[in-house]
C-alpha cells in the first residue's frame, strides 16, 4: 500500500532475537488489554475460562487497543537502542487498556500503585479495576502513568504534542493521532504546528497517524481518499510521511522498525543541522502512516459477520460472552492465542524474555517525569510587579490602557524565564497592547520570512497563530509538562475552546486528588478587547459568558478576576502566574481607562478581593441607604459616574460604592474556598438595602453566585443583555442600561421616600440618556462630557 | 506565481468591452468602500475634501476589501455571461464595505433599504451610515443583503457554504476563504467536505483561498508555506487548485476572468458527467488560490512606511485623516484615483457603463433568494407523531429507548422530504439510537467505497463527519438557505459548537428584527448519550452545560426542553421541527428508560410543559407538605423512586411530584415568553412549602431560572455537581446526591416535624447507600432492585 510519492520504506531486517522481543511484548500488552476489557478473575487463564470470570458490564474499546501496544512496542525498543527520551501521546485515548497494559508491563504501573503488583494477584486486580466501579475509567486518564492527554474530546493529540516539545530540545514526543480525531477542525489545524517549531531549542514531535479505518460507525475519511492524496495532503502541511501498512505482525515488525530507524535518525541529523549547522528553516519533519486493522489480532469474525478490520470492533468485540457459550470460548480462543504461559512466570509477573525491550527507569516512556510535569516544574522568576506601577494622585482622575502595563511586566517575566514561560494568542498580543513583550522575544515562526518582517523569529516566545484551539492545545501541552504560560484572547472568542477547558479542567480536578501527580502551573487566561469596548467589531464580537461556563467547574480550582484599572491588574496578574492547579480568569481592557489606586492601595484591594471604596463613598461609615456595587472596568467608571451624579444632585443620600475584583467573594464560603463569610457579606453589602450591581458580564451570573445571601432580596444587576452593535463606548452601555444615567434611575425607583428632588433628577437622568443618544447619532462620537469625564478631585 | 504542479493558468485575453467594464465596476466598488470607512459627507468629491467630511472614528477594515470586490466583479461578469444562479459566502467578513458596495452598486441595496437611494444623498447615507451608530455594522452582518455569513468568528466559510450547497443542484457557491481564517481549525477541517458532495442533487462550491498574505499583525501561515506545498495540500484535501496571483489590475482581471472561466466550465463538466454519464465520485472539484496585496489599490506609503501590501493596511490605511492634513491629502488622492466623476452620473447614481456587468434581478448575487432562505422555504411534511406512540398501561411500569423511538419518526420524516431535511451528527446517529433513519436514507459518503460498507452513499441524508463544527456548519448553511434540519450529538461535546451556536443566536436576534429577512426553520439539537449514561466513557464525556451556555442568548429564541419519557421527546421534537427562528435544545437518553405517560397525556403535559403527576403524589389535590419537582428522564425516574418510598414509609406526608418539560416555563413571564406567571408558579410550587427538585444539568441554572419566585427561598436542587467517572448509572447519581435515598433524606431534612420516623427512615436510606455502593463496587452492576425499580402499580 506504499504509496509512490510517499518516502520510501525501508524494509531492512530486525535482528531475530529483536523481533521476537518485540513480538512477545506486544503479545502480552494485547493479552493484558484483552483481560482488563473482559476479566474478573482467572487472569493467567490458569483454569477453565466459566462466564462467572467475566465482568458483568463489558465496557471498553478493543478497536485502536492493538495498534497503541504494536507502536508503544516498537518505542520502547528505540529507547533501549538510543537512549532517546520519549513521551508519547495517545490521541485514541478511548485505548485506556493499552496504556494501562504496558505501564504495568514497565514496572510503573507497580510503582506508582504498588497494589497492582506485578503477579497473578496484581494481574487480578489489573483487570478487575479497568471501567469497574471504584477503579480506573476506560479511557486514557489522569489516572495512568506516563500521560498528560485525555482520551474523551478528540482532536488536541498533536497540539499537546507540540506544546509538550517546546523548549525540551533533547525530547521526541510520538503523538498518536486516531483517524476519527483527524476529521477535527482542532487536529486538521494543528498539522500545520510543524511552522512553529524551533529544531535548535526545542525537541521533536512524531506524528503517527495510525489509519485502521473506521471510527463508531462508519470510515474514517482519511483512510478512504487515494493515497496518493493523503500523501501529499501531508506532505503540503510540511511534513515526510512514512507509510507502513499491513496485517502481517512478523512483516509489520519489520516494517515499524526500519522506518522507526529513519525517522528517528532523520529527527537527529535534523537537530544536528539545526545545532550546529545553522539549518533551521525550511525542514521537512517525519512523519508515519500507520495503516493496520481494526481490532488487530481480535476475533476475525463473530456470529458470521467480520468484526476484524471493521468499525464492529471499536468497543468489544465479543458482547456476548457472559450468556452466549461460543462467545466464551471464543474470548479463550483468543486470549490463549497470545500465549499467556509463555508471557508470564509461574506467579504471575512478566518474564525476563516478555520485559526485554524495557528501557530502564525514567527512560520508560510510562515513567517520563515530562508525563507528570509538576516533577520538573521550577517556579516562575517574577519580577517586582509594584515597578511597572502607574501613579495615582487622586482617584478616576488620569487613564491608562491596562493591559499596555501589563505589558511591561509580561516583557519582564519573559526576560527573566527564557526558557519556561510563553504566551499565546490568536494574533492579538499586539492588539491587546501587550507589544512590549517583543522587546523581549518575537513571535515564533518558522515559515518563510520576507525582509520587511518585524518581530518573527523561529525562537520567539509569543505563540501566534489564528486558531484558539491551538493556542490552547499547546499551551496546555506545555502546562502539563511543567512550564508557565499565558492566553491572551479576546473576550467573545474564548468560547471558541469551552470544550477544550472543560477537558482540562476535568484533568486537574482528577489530577489534584492523586498523590502521585504534583502541581502544575494553572491555566490562565487573559481576556481583553472585551465586550465594552468592540469599536471596530461589533456584535458577533460582544459576548462577556465565558465566565458563567467556566464557573461550572469545581469551585476548588477556579478563579475568576475582573481588576478595575492598570495596577489591579499588575497585581492579580503577578498572583495568578505564581499559583498552581488552577484555571484563573482575569478580564482587563486595552483602552484607555480610568485608574483608581495607587499601587500599595491595588494591592490591599486585590487581596481582599472586594471592597468598599470610601473615597468613592457618601456613607461616611455609617449604614448606607445604597449600595452601588462594581466588577469590571466599564461597569466601575460608570458606577463611579453614577456616584458622583448622586452626591452632586442628592447630597443626603448615602451611597457606599463597593468594587469586586475576585469574583468568588461573592460566594458563600461553603461554596467556595474564597467565599466571604456571611457576616463580611452583609457588613460590607447590608441585608435590607437596596444594592445596584453594575457587572461586566451577563447579570443573571452574579445572581448566581449570591442567592444565598440574605441581602439577595435587595439585589438588582445590570450588565451585558445581549444588546451590541458597532458604535460608541456609552451607546454600548446605554443599550444594556448599565449607563452612569440608568445606575441612578435605579437607585431612585428603590431607595424609598426620596421625595420630589428625586423624581426630577430622574427625568433629568432621563433626558440626560436622550441627550446622549442623540448626540452620538449625529456626531459619531460620544457626548464630550461622558468621554472625558473623570471623578472630581 | 503560479506553481509547477497546479493545474495550468489559463491567460486567453478578455474582450477590451469586458476588461473595460469589470475594472469600471470594481473601481466603483473600492470608491464606495473606502467612502464608506472615512466620509460622513462630499460623498462625490465635488468639492475639495476637508475634515469636517471625514468621521470622527475611524472604524473598518481596508485590508481585504479590494480582494472582495474583485472576487464579485469578476462572479458577476460571469453570471451575466452564463446565466449561472451563485451565492456568495465572504469568509472574511470583516471586508463588510465590500458587500454593502457591491450590493449598492447592483441596485439591491436600495431595493431592500429605499432610503439608500442610488444618488448623491443615498451615497451620503451609505458612507454615513457604515460603522456609525444608528447604522449598520462595519462587518458583513445580517442587514448585508445577499449574505448568510456573519463576519465575526472566523471558520465556517467553507462548511457554510457547502450547507447551501446541498439539495440546490443549480446553484453554484462561491465562498471566499481569508488567509487567516484558513488557519482556524473548523476551516481546516472543512476542506472535506468535498467528500460530502453528490455532484446529481447538490449544487457546487467553489472555494477561492484568497492569500492577502497578513491577519491583524502577521503574516498568514498558508502565504509562506512553498507553493508546492500549498498546491499539494489542497490537491490531497481532493481539489483541482488554479492559481490568480499578481497585482497589476489589467493582467489579475485577464487571468481571473480565464480562471473563472475554466472552473465554471469543469463544474458544469462535472455535473453534467454526474447526471448524464453516472460519474459520482472520484471527482476533484476545481478551486482558486488568489493572491492579491493586502490593502491593494490603496495608500502604498504613508509616513514612510510600506502599507500596501502588508498587514498595516488591515484595518485603515491611513489613520489620522481629521487632524493631519497629509492623511487628508493622500485620502482624497487615493479616493479621486478611482475616478468618481467617470463612475456616477451628475445625480451621482453610478452610470450605465459602471453598472454593465450587473445581472438581472435574482441573479443578482446579493439578491440571491438562498441568502434570505425564508424566501424559498417550504414547510416540513411531518408524519403524525402519534403513529409512533409507545403504550403506556401503566405509568414507569415498561420502558423504551426515547431516541430509537424517534428514530422511527425521523425515518418518515426523511422520506416525506425528500429534498429538504437532513440530520447532522458527528458519527452517532446509531450510537444515539436514531439508526431506522437508514431505513430511509443512507449516511453521505463520497470516499472510497467498500463492498463491505452498509448505508453509505453520495446522496445519503445523514451527515455523519467526526467533526462537530463541521456538523453545525453545514447544518446552519442549510437552514439559513430554508431548509430543514436536526443535529444529534452526544450532550458533553457539542460544547464543541459554543461558539459557533453564539453566533447563529446572534445572527437570528437581529434578524427577527429586519422585515425583510424571512424566518428560517429553528436549529434544532438533540442531545443524547447524555451525562447520567456514559458508561463506555466516564468524566470526559458527562458536562450538562450547554443548556447554561445557550441560556444567555435572547430568551425570545432560545427553547430548552427535557422530554422524561419517549412518548413526550416524540412530542416535543414533532413541535420543534415545525418551528421557526428558534434554537430548540432537546435532551434524551438513549438507554432503556421507563415510560410514563400515554401519547394523549404527554402531548398535554407538552403542551404545558411543566405539570403535577397526579399518580405519583400524596397531596390529592390539597396543599403537600412537600413538591419533588423533576426534569430530565434519570432525574424523574430517581424523583419517582424517591416519592415511592416516602408513599411507602411516611405515608401520611403529602407528596407533590412535580414533572418539567419545557424548562423556559420555570422564568418569570417577563423574562421569557414561555415563562409561567406567578400565580401559576405559586399554585404549582407552592409559596412556602419544601421544593426538593432534581435535575439534569448543573443545579444552579434552577436557581438561576426561579431566583424572584415566590417559593424560591425553600428550594433545594440536587444536579450534577461534576462528580462522575466510568461507573454504574446507580453510582453516578449517588456520586451528584441525586439519588433516590438522598432525595428522600432532603425531604426529611427539609419538612418540619416529621417525628422519629423520619429520623430512622433518613437512617435507613443513608444505610441504603452504603448498600448500594458495596453491592456495585463488588458485582460492577447495580443492585437488582434499582436497576430494576418500577412504580408500584
Redesign the interface.
Known sequence: MTGTTAAPTVNSQLDPADLHRIHMYWRAANYLSVGQIYL?DNPLLREPLRAEHI???I???WGTTPGLTFIYAHLSHQIKRRGTEMMWIVGPG?GGPAAVATAWLDGTYTDVYPAVSQDAEGMRRLFRQF?????????V?PETPGSIH??????YALSHAYGAAFDNPGLVVPAVVGD??A??????????SS?FIDPRRDGAVLPILHLNGY???????LA???EA??????????YEPHIVAGDDPATMHHSMAATLDTVLDRIDAIWHGARYEGIVS?IRWPMIVLRTPKGWTGPHEVDGV?VEG?WRSH?VPLSGVRDNPEHLRLLAEWMRGYGPEELFDAVGAPTPETTALVPEGQRRISASPHANGGLLLKDLVRPDFRRYAVDVATPANHTAEATRVLGGYLRDVMRANPTNFRIMGP?????NRLDAVFEATA?N?N????P??TD?APDGRVM????E??CQGWLEGYLLTGRHGLFNCYE??I??V??MF??HA?WL??TRHLPWRRPIPSLNYLLSSHVWRQ???????Q?P?FI??VL???SELIRVYLPPDANTLLSTMDHCLASRDYVNVVVAGKQPGLTYLPMDQAIAHCTRGLGIWDWASTDAGTEPDVVLACAGDIPTMETLAAADLLRRHLPHLRVRVVNVVDLMRLQPATEHPHGLSDRDFDTIFTTDKPIIFAFHG?P?LI??LT?RRHG?PYLHVRGFK?EG????PF?MVMLNDLDRFHLVMDVIDRVPGLGEQAAHLRQHMADERLRCRAY??E???DAPDIRDWVWPG
Open positions: 474478573l465482568k458483568p458490564r465496557l471498553g474499546h478511548h471501567s469497574f466501579p471504584g477503579g480506573v475509567p476506560s479511557h486518564a485525555e482520551g474523551g474530546e478528540l482532536g476519527g480525531e476529521e477535527t477542525g482542532p487536529l486538521a489545524a494543528s498539522w500545520l511552522k471510527k463508531i460507525a462508519n470510515p474514517t475519511v478512504r481518499i487515494p492524496d493523503l500523501v501529499a495532503m501531508l506532505r503540503g502541511y510540511g525550511d467480520t471493521t468497543q494574533d492579538e498580543t499586539a492588539s513571535r515562526w515559515a518563510h520570512l520576507l520587511s518582517d518573527l501566534e497563530v489564528l486558531s484551539h491551538q467573545a472568542f468560547h471558541i469551552d470544550a472543560n477537558q476535568k480536578k482528577v469599536d471596530h467589531n461589533g456584535f458577533t464580537h459576548d459568558g458563567d461556563h461550572n467547574k469545581k451577563y443573571w445572581h448566581r442567592y439577595h445581549e452593535t458597532t458604535t460608541t451607546d452620538t447619532r456626531h459619531g462620537a
